[in-house]
């Protein structure tokens, strides 16, 4: 009964996670560990996006295209 109610929301996670990992491959950057913790999504319903362990180097990069994302963003805001 489970399985079939959290059909919607496994899918998801899975979508998620391969945006998420597809968006970091793009900028040259990852998250070797990042998977979706399925076995806490079969015991509770609710599937979590394990992000891992990463180098700082990795971590790094991460950082500097969030940042970069949020300066475009604000630039975007400011001219509307």
Same mark, same amino acid.
């Given at each position: 009964?489970l399985n079939?109610a959290?059909?919607?929301?496994?899918?998801e996670?899975?979508?998620?996670?391969?945006?998420?990992?597809? +968006?970091?491959?793009l900028?040259?950057?990852?998250?070797?560990?990042?998977?979706?913790d399925w076995?806490? #999504?079969?015991?509770? #319903?609710c599937?979590l996006?394990?992000? #891992?362990?990463a180098?700082?180097d990795? +971590?790094e990069?991460? +950082?500097e295209?969030?940042?970069k #994302?949020?300066?475009f963003?604000?630039l975007?805001?400011d001219d509307?």
């Open positions: 009964m079939r959290t059909a919607d929301q496994r899918r996670a899975a979508l998620v996670a391969d945006d998420l990992a597809a +968006v970091l491959a900028g040259d950057a990852k998250l070797p560990s990042l998977e979706v076995d806490f #999504g079969r015991r509770t #319903g599937y996006i394990c992000l #891992g362990a180098r700082i990795e +971590v990069r991460i +950082v295209l969030l940042r #994302g949020l300066h963003e604000r975007a805001a509307s």
